[in-house]
């Protein structure tokens, strides 16, 4: 299996929490403005999605 590719857990617990992101902006979105703090939160999370897509996609396991 060639780098890159992730299993099937892998992936389902990615997608829920980019899922867990999309909800968190709707949510911050709700009163009309994105306090720098929530803005802040959601940097955060994403960043640590991004890591975490990174290190699963590099991680030498196979499908």
Same mark, same amino acid.
């Given at each position: 299996? %060639?780098?890159? +590719?992730?299993?099937?857990?892998?992936? @389902?617990?990615?997608?829920? @929490? +980019?899922? &867990? *992101? @999309? $909800?968190?902006? #709707?949510?911050?979105?709700? %009163?009309?403005?994105?306090?720098?703090?929530? #803005? &802040?939160?959601?940097?955060?999370?994403?960043?640590?999605?991004?890591?975490? *897509? $990174?290190?699963? &996609?590099?991680?030498? +396991?196979? #499908?």
């Amino acid at each position: 299996m %060639d780098s890159g +590719q992730l299993t099937k857990k892998e992936a @389902r617990h990615l997608r829920a @929490r +980019q899922a &867990k *992101i @999309r $909800h968190d902006k #709707r949510v911050a979105r709700m %009163d009309g403005v994105v306090t720098p703090a929530e #803005r &802040k939160q959601l940097h955060k999370e994403q960043r640590r999605a991004s890591r975490a *897509i $990174h290190r699963q &996609k590099h991680d030498e +396991q196979h #499908r």
